[in-house]
């Protein structure tokens, strides 16, 4: 078996796990952060949408996370449109991550540690969406090359 075939649904699958956990963590971080009782006094308008960008962030990215998980079951040969859901995916975590990076989450001295975890998580992330990518696309250009050497000399 091929490395990229080995790469494919181990990294994609580790990265539909961590996309799925994410958002299913997300869908109830508002209860466990206590996200209430720190907004008193702001405009029920505000509270509403905080939560209802919450819930639907924490369901885009689970029903991303299960595309990926469909995609690493798919294999290399997945077709154009799972390759570029897979791209995609990881380009968001990319973008969040800079995001992230440049407006860190604000931290009580205690939880410090955690600004490293969550600064490292888009990086692991993207590197788990990606390289699949990037390793079949190469076995693919090596294949490519090769046939065309094959019917050169034939």
Not at 15 to 21: K, R
Not at 97 to 117: A, E, F, I, M, Q
């Given at each position: 078996?091929?490395?990229?075939?080995?790469?494919?649904?181990?990294?994609?699958?580790?990265?539909?796990?961590?996309?799925?956990?994410?958002?299913?963590?997300?869908?109830?971080?508002?209860?466990?952060?206590?996200?209430?009782?720190?907004?008193?006094?702001?405009?029920?308008?505000?509270?509403?949408a905080l939560?209802?960008l919450n819930?639907?962030?924490?369901?885009?990215?689970?029903?991303?996370?299960?595309?990926?998980?469909?995609?690493?079951?798919?294999?290399?040969?997945?077709?154009?449109?799972?390759?570029?859901?897979?791209?995609?995916?990881?380009?968001?975590?990319?973008?969040?991550?800079?995001?992230?990076w440049l407006?860190?989450?604000?931290?009580?001295?205690?939880?410090?540690?955690?600004?490293?975890?969550?600064?490292?998580?888009?990086?692991?992330?993207?590197?788990?969406?990606?390289?699949?990518?990037?390793?079949?696309?190469?076995?693919?250009?090596?294949?490519?090359?090769?046939?065309?050497?094959?019917?050169?000399?034939?």
């Amino acid at each position: 078996m091929a490395q990229s075939s080995k790469l494919w649904p181990v990294f994609l699958g580790l990265a539909g796990v961590l996309d799925c956990g994410m958002g299913l963590y997300h869908s109830v971080l508002p209860w466990h952060m206590g996200w209430r009782q720190g907004l008193g006094g702001v405009p029920d308008s505000i509270v509403w949408a905080l939560f209802a960008l919450n819930f639907s962030w924490s369901l885009l990215v689970f029903l991303a996370g299960c595309l990926v998980i469909h995609a690493a079951m798919l294999g290399p040969g997945a077709g154009a449109f799972a390759r570029r859901t897979v791209f995609t995916v990881g380009l968001f975590w990319a973008i969040h991550g800079t995001y992230t990076w440049l407006n860190p989450l604000p931290l009580p001295g205690s939880l410090v540690w955690l600004r490293y975890v969550l600064g490292l998580f888009p990086a692991v992330i993207v590197a788990f969406h990606w390289l699949p990518l990037a390793a079949h696309r190469g076995k693919a250009a090596r294949e490519s090359s090769l046939e065309g050497k094959v019917s050169a000399g034939a």
